[in-house]
């Protein structure tokens, strides 16, 4: 079946260093990928998607780029803010509506 | 818009009580799901329905039902309520988007959650 692995965190970060969230895949077909974003007390929203190969994502400073070879779709800022604190969710769809897989989110704590 | 809206917000239960999760959309969507997060799982999809009077289960379905009589209301209904529940649960509504090569693409939006607690 299919599967996303982030890591859980927290990551800690200070305000304006260089954001990395690791997402690796496997899936069966050509799955669509994404990113949500969930705020303290709030449901996810979606940041950034990518639908094919070498695709790149981008949104509120955040990049992630498709990589089929290494079946990855890392999400990277190039300065944090502390408004950036929140979890990330990295997550693949492919063969249908119902075929989604999320990760299990990481934390990000950004501090001043 | 309002978007996704969800209530309760906060609900206690106790073992073998019933409730229903409300869910409502105001953007026309054919798709809605109810999911399930739990730390280090990630989110769980436990029914879903493809439009009005179609409803099918998810990775996780016991213990609830839904129905989908509308468009816009996608209710979930906790039928004897036991601690493993005990859970923070979103609804989502999505549309097929534009066309990737594995076929429809769909971003899902939110609601703002309902934590239960069963005790």
């Known amino acids: 079946g299919n599967s996303v692995t982030q890591m859980e965190g927290p990551v800690t970060l200070s305000e304006e260093a260089f954001l990395t969230i690791n997402c690796t895949y496997t899936?069966?077909?050509?799955?669509?990928l994404f990113w949500y974003v969930q705020y303290p007390g709030e449901g996810l929203q979606l940041l950034l998607k990518?639908?094919?190969?070498?695709d790149k994502g981008s949104n509120k400073g955040f990049e992630a780029t498709y990589r089929k070879e290494t079946t990855s779709f890392h999400l990277e800022k190039g300065s944090v803010q502390v408004s950036d604190s929140a979890v990330y969710f990295c997550?693949?769809?492919?063969?249908?509506?119902?075929?989604?897989?999320f990760g299990i989110g990481t934390k990000l704590q950004v501090i001043p | 818009n309002a978007g996704v809206t969800q209530t309760p917000k906060f609900q206690v239960l106790k073992t073998g009580q019933s409730m229903t999760l409300q869910c409502a959309q105001d953007?026309?969507?054919?798709?809605m799901s109810w999911y399930r997060q739990d730390p280090g799982m990630g989110l769980r999809l436990i029914h879903y329905?493809?439009?009005?009077?179609?409803?099918d289960q998810g990775e996780v379905p016991n213990g609830y039902n839904v129905s989908r009589s509308t468009t816009e209301d996608f209710p979930l209904r906790l039928l004897s309520a036991a601690p493993s529940q005990t859970s923070v649960y979103f609804c989502?509504?999505?549309?097929?988007?534009?066309?990737?090569?594995?076929?429809?693409?769909?971003?899902?939006?939110f609601g703002p959650g309902t934590r239960l607690t069963v005790t």
């Open positions: 989502a509504s999505s549309y097929a988007t534009t066309i990737g090569l594995a076929g429809d693409i769909y971003e899902q939006y």
């Open positions: 899936a069966t077909g050509y799955p669509s």
């Open positions: 990518a639908t094919k190969a070498d």
């Open positions: 997550a693949l769809n492919s063969g249908g509506y119902q075929k989604v897989t």
């Open positions: 953007m026309n969507h054919e798709y």
């Open positions: 329905s493809v439009g009005a009077g179609i409803t």
